[in-house]
């Protein structure tokens, strides 16, 4: 074996791409979480079609896996990449517009032909120069061939072995960026070994084919090492968005001592949530896969009225469906977590694609003054955080609450310090045990506003809730007008309140400055990635993001006063802004809106933040 | 078997009673509220276990007339919000008292799949063919050809049977009884708290106001009734008419009604009722005997033992992966699978 040169990068975004039966979601994930074990830190983007089998070989079939690594802790997966393996010419041409200048491109030669550059929609025999990438670093090995060939002694059919062709360009991957086998072919162990053997061989094989034949070869100019990440001690793992949700969840429920329930329907992006909580019965979790997302929010509030710490996941659609009985939620003010993975919309819209267009939906979306919680997470692993948030406020507070997760960051993986339980608070609802003197009064108060919770079952507490409006003491029905003016005041009353229940809004950044710009949600990595490139070019930027949206944090205001412009960048048409219009009035809001269905990439952010402070 | 010695009394809540006068269903709570002291003996359960859910129309007021755990919930949702409360916690006895726009037209779906899946539900099925609460709409339930106030030239649909609903949607346990019949409703409610699973318990309801005398031809009177309906009742042959005197005998793979003693027919011929039967046939066919062809079904027409009851399922797999855990808190499961350290 020659040794090659070795170069040190700082970072390194590779797209994995193929037709969407490829298997390049499992490809990527196998290079992230080697990245992740030897050290670097990883931020992940699955970018798939809706179709489970799109028309192989068309564009529109494309399913791709961006991993972005490297020797800082990662924020982002990365706009541009610097390697694109493409299994074929639609994978070429799908990505072409994502690959940074002289990239390196390594395409299957084998998957090129007549009918696969037409099916790609390319006007000549040429993928290479029609894309104008002639000058990139293009490498196009028989990816099909070599797999075929290094698999012929297992005894595999040609479909299976075929199957095995992204291993071999995982392989070459694993070169060039002197990557350790051990991870991959340990998880192949897994997988396959007990229930089908010769696969998992094959797997391996093909792997150690791909990694020797880049190493044997002259194909690449280099290989590279990407240092580990310097990352704070402890113990870490690699997690996903709605993993992260589902355990925050699982936490919320073990702090506040009580048995957590799911009560769901499956929906894109949001439905491994529930598959991870069904998996959940070690810790006592419930789990209801519902007829539909209406029965996924009923069952929810009636295991809440029971006296369990509810849940339902959903994604947009899932939520309008889901809005009557929110009302019902709110009207008997009884604790409930609604997670809205959002996607693009409206109706059914861009199911695999990130958007942050359910913000109004969450605020207002439902019939009457209907005030409740909204939360957003902004990364993977702080889905925990706010999961746990959500559990928190809801059962102590009494209130359902909706946290609003993406597409982006429900799929998407970073490494995670494990935190320890006991650093999180006891939660403590309201939970009555026993008739106070006179008899219970379920719309009686405490100092939160949060009404009693009492489970049926308790002796003495019998009681009475629903949609109809209750008496403020009593908790009978009244149609009397000054009480109906009395419970809308409470109710939005209570939610207001929350806000000292919160952390202050924190700036990021300089406390005053030229531009402040203001985000939400899971666009956090691009927007402070974007602030760091310019604050290090000195500009006089900050960064106020959101995490709490109903009730707004405390300082806020004070925040805002100190910048000349002020930028609301969202992944809609402007919802946040409308909203911070409505609630903090002095301001000017200037907005940064984007529906691509595709994260703001850092260069767009930087381009516009430079026009604004000119 | 316990012995609570609860009273009526015990069960009626301090609101009152805000129906329309002579409307069917104060005969319907009335016969709750005598049977629930016997099904808290016959169950083993006491007061605080008893949880009433309802949807939305006139029958779903019926919570707030039971000292009872009680959710008034959202029109059509009855069945879903009960199916989360048994759920969360199957050792409350949960009742779901809904009507046939509730849960045969807007819930139709929730109330399909709580049947599919046994949960241990005891649903009481206010039938009076009618929206009543919105005044006087028909319902999914209203004969053919109805003339209500969004059908003022008649109805063009056909109206479901809701026995045949059940059984359809794999039921274990169906009864149906008529307003007037507080006993009988009475009998049918203890039966149907001793079923495991869910039992749908169709009361024959008359709104006064909108759709008077709807069931009236055949069950106005007791004399009427006596005519025009069965009670059947498991192990007990198939007799109706004021002396008794008809039967049903199954002939050409159908139900025929037949006096006995005439025409050859003989006691011995008539059908004797099995409830207990997992064939679903006859219990289908029962449910479906229409006046003035056949005389109205009423009392226990399906009583199937089934194991498969999901709230019990739900709770055995909780307590089985438990047993053989490995993950037993949360710090167990954050650290588990492929972790790394950074010293």
């Known amino acids: 074996m020659e040794q090659k040169n070795v170069q040190a990068l700082q970072d390194v975004v590779i797209r994995f791409s193929g037709d969407s039966g490829d298997g390049m979601q499992l490809t990527g994930t196998l290079f992230s979480d080697t990245a992740a074990l030897v050290g670097n830190g990883i931020s992940t983007f699955p970018d798939y079609p809706a179709e489970i089998r799109a028309p192989q070989g068309t564009v529109a079939g494309v399913s791709g896996f961006q991993v972005h690594f490297g020797s800082s802790r990662e924020l982002n997966p990365g706009d541009y990449c610097d390697v694109l393996v493409a299994m074929n010419p639609a994978a070429l041409k799908a990505n072409r517009k994502w690959l940074k200048e002289g990239a390196t491109i390594i395409l299957d030669g084998d998957s090129i032909s007549e009918e696969s550059l037409r099916k790609a929609g390319f006007a000549t025999l040429d993928p290479i120069a029609e894309l104008g990438i002639g000058d990139y670093n293009v490498v196009v090995p028989d990816i099909t061939a070599m797999t075929r060939e290094a698999l012929k002694e297992t005894g595999l059919d040609n479909k299976s072995v075929v199957k095995c062709k992204n291993m071999f360009a995982l392989g070459i991957c694993f070169w060039l960026f002197d990557r350790p086998e051990e991870h991959a072919f340990a998880y192949l162990d897994g997988k396959f070994a007990k229930k089908n053997p010769v696969v998992a061989e094959a797997n391996k094989l093909a792997i150690k084919a791909g990694y020797n034949y880049a190493a044997n070869t002259h194909q690449f100019a280099n290989n590279y090492r990407v240092a580990p990440a310097k990352l704070e001690k402890g113990t870490y793992r690699t997690i996903s968005g709605n993993v992260a949700t589902a355990w925050g969840l699982c936490a919320a429920a073990e702090k506040a001592g009580l048995p957590l329930f799911c009560g769901s329907y499956p929906i894109t992006p949001a439905t491994v949530i529930l598959e991870e909580l069904a998996k959940r019965k070690d810790l006592g979790v419930k789990t209801v896969q519902a007829e539909d997302e209406i029965a996924g929010i009923c069952t929810a509030i009636g295991a809440a009225f029971a006296g369990n710490f509810a849940v339902t996941s959903t994604s947009g659609p899932g939520l309008s469906l889901k809005s009557e009985a929110l009302g019902l939620a709110v009207m008997t003010e009884l604790p409930l977590v609604v997670i809205d993975v959002q996607r693009g919309g409206p109706s059914t819209g861009l199911p695999t694609k990130p958007e942050q267009s359910d913000l109004q939906q969450a605020l207002y979306g439902r019939n009457g003054e209907c005030p409740l919680i909204v939360l957003a997470a902004s990364s993977p692993s702080d889905c925990f955080h706010y999961a746990f948030e959500a559990g928190r406020l809801a059962m102590e507070h009494m209130t359902p609450v909706v946290l609003l997760s993406d597409g982006f960051i429900a799929n998407g993986s970073e490494p995670w310090r494990i935190p320890s339980m006991a650093d999180y608070p006891a939660i403590t609802p309201p939970i009555v045990e026993e008739a106070p003197e006179g008899g219970f009064m379920p719309y009686v108060r405490n100092e939160r506003l949060a009404r009693g919770w009492a489970f049926p079952g308790k002796k003495g507490l019998e009681h009475r809730v629903g949609g109809l409006e209750k008496d403020a003491v009593k908790g009978s029905i009244s149609h009397d007008p000054a009480n109906h003016q009395l419970m809308t005041h409470l109710r939005a009353e209570k939610v207001r309140m929350v806000a000292e229940d919160i952390p202050v809004q924190s700036v990021y950044g300089e406390a005053e400055g030229d531009l402040l710009v203001v985000g939400w949600g899971g666009t956090r990595g691009h927007l402070q990635n974007a602030v760091d490139q310019l604050r290090a070019e000195g500009r006089r930027i900050s960064l106020c993001h959101f995490n709490y949206i109903n009730p707004l944090p405390h300082g806020v205001k004070e925040i805002f006063a100190k910048f000349r412009k002020i930028v609301v960048c969202e992944l809609n048409q402007g919802q946040f802004a409308g909203y911070l219009r409505q609630q903090l009035q002095e301001f000017d809001y200037l907005q940064y809106n984007k529906c691509e269905g595709q994260p703001f990439t850092i260069v767009e952010l930087k381009r516009h933040f430079e026009s604004l402070m000119q | ?343």
């Not at chain 2, 005598?34 to 949880?51: C, I, K, Q, Y």
């Not at chain 2, 009507?99 to 819930?107: E, F, T, V």
């Not at chain 2, 739900?314 to 972790?339: F, H, M, N, P, W």
């Open chain 2, 1 to 343: 078997m316990a012995t609570y010695n609860y009273t009526p009394a015990d069960f009626k809540s301090d609101q009152e009673v805000r129906w329309c006068p002579g409307c069917g269903d104060h005969a319907i709570l009335n016969a709750v509220q005598r049977a629930l002291p016997e099904v808290a003996d016959a169950t083993d359960t006491p007061h605080n276990l008893f949880t009433f859910v309802s949807g939305i129309g006139c029958s779903s007021r019926f919570i707030y007339y039971m000292k009872t755990f009680g959710f008034h919930s959202v029109h059509g949702r009855a069945n879903a919000i009960a199916t989360g409360v048994k759920t969360a916690n199957p050792a409350l006895s949960v009742w779901v008292a809904t009507g046939d726009g509730d849960s045969l037209a807007i819930g139709g779906n929730h109330f399909i799949h709580a049947i599919r899946r046994n949960i241990d539900l005891n649903v009481i099925l206010f039938n009076n063919e009618i929206y009543g609460l919105t005044k006087g709409q028909y319902s999914p339930t209203s004969k053919l050809g109805k003339i209500t106030k969004t059908s003022p030239y008649g109805t063009v649909e056909k109206p479901f049977n809701p026995g045949e609903l059940v059984i359809g949607a794999k039921g274990s346990f169906f009864a149906r009884s008529v307003d007037m019949e507080v006993m009988l409703t009475k009998e049918c409610l203890v039966a149907a708290a001793r079923h495991k699973g869910m039992s749908v318990v169709e009361v024959l309801q008359n709104c006064v106001i909108f759709n008077d005398k709807t069931h009236a031809l055949f069950a106005g009177d007791k004399a009427t009734r006596a005519k025009h309906t069965i009670t059947l009742r498991h192990g007990e042959k198939m007799l109706f008419g004021e002396k008794r005197e008809k039967g049903l005998v199954f002939e050409n793979m159908k139900l025929k009604v037949v006096t006995v003693g005439e025409e050859g027919y003989t006691i011995d011929d008539v059908l004797t009722h099995d409830a207990h039967t997992p064939e679903t046939t006859l219990h289908t066919m029962l449910a479906a005997m229409k006046y003035p062809d056949y005389p109205v079904a009423v009392g226990v027409i399906r009583d199937v033992e089934d194991p498969v009851v999901y709230d019990q399922g739900v709770q055995r797999q909780v307590e089985e992966v438990r047993a053989a855990r490995k993950i037993t808190c949360v710090d167990d499961l954050l650290r588990s699978g492929a972790t790394w350290k950074v010293e």
